[in-house]
């Protein structure tokens, strides 16, 4: 499962520089998670670390992209094949 910004996002700049996958951009409004992109770390990570960061808690699991652990990983290998 990706991972949202909620609307409440205040702009701060943590998670951006933080995520590994770079799936975190500035939208039109707020800061935008490409749910293409991101594994909520896993393979990285114990934990997302946007959310880990966010000071105000407004990270959460997107419930439009729903993926297992198993996805996750398999979506990490693909973009970290080397």
Sequence with gaps: MAL???NNCINCDMCEPE?????IYY???IY???AEK????VGHYD??????????DCIS???N????????MAKFNRMHRS
């Design 4 to 6: 949202l910004i909620e």
């Design 19 to 23: 995520c590994p996958n770079e799936a």
């Design 27 to 29: 939208g039109k409004e």
């Design 32 to 34: 935008q998670i490409m």
């Design 38 to 41: 991101c594994t909520e770390c």
């Design 47 to 56: 934990e997302p670390t946007c959310i880990t960061v966010c000071p105000i």
């Design 61 to 63: 699991k997107d419930p």
């Design 65 to 72: 992209n729903i993926e297992t652990q198993d996805q996750l």
